[in-house]
């Protein structure tokens, strides 16, 4: 069964930035279009980038020109570059493919102070 584990969160002042991890088992970056997830406290779980398996990006608008996902196959991870992080960026965040096929990780906390 594939697993999915987040790493790199933490507690950051705003404008500050952070790096996310996500590692999984098999080769699942290079057959599945990939993504990260948020989800704050009181709400629901949202798509904040994907990548897909042609390296092709999409971001939500509210990270747009803040945040860069990227992937590396060889070593079966993805990451979530975050710049200029707002207190609104605060919420645990999950990496998943686009259709959330696998069962979620534990994901990883950010905090970003004001």
């Known amino acids: 069964q594939v697993q999915l584990v987040e790493s790199g969160g933490g507690l950051v002042q705003a404008g500050g930035s952070l790096r996310l991890s996500c590692a999984g088992s098999g080769s699942i970056f290079s057959i599945y279009g990939m993504a990260w997830y948020r989800q704050a406290p009181g709400k629901q779980r949202e798509l904040v980038a994907g990548?897909?398996?042609?390296?092709?990006?999409n971001y939500a608008d509210s990270v747009k020109g803040r945040f860069t996902i990227s992937r590396d196959n060889a070593k079966n991870t993805m990451y979530l570059q975050m710049n200029s992080l707002k207190p609104e960026d605060t919420a645990v965040y999950y990496c998943?493919?686009?259709?959330?096929?696998?069962?979620w990780g534990q994901g990883t906390q950010v905090t970003v102070s004001s």
């Open positions: 990548i897909s398996t042609g390296g092709t990006t």
């Open positions: 998943n493919t686009r259709s959330s096929r696998f069962p």
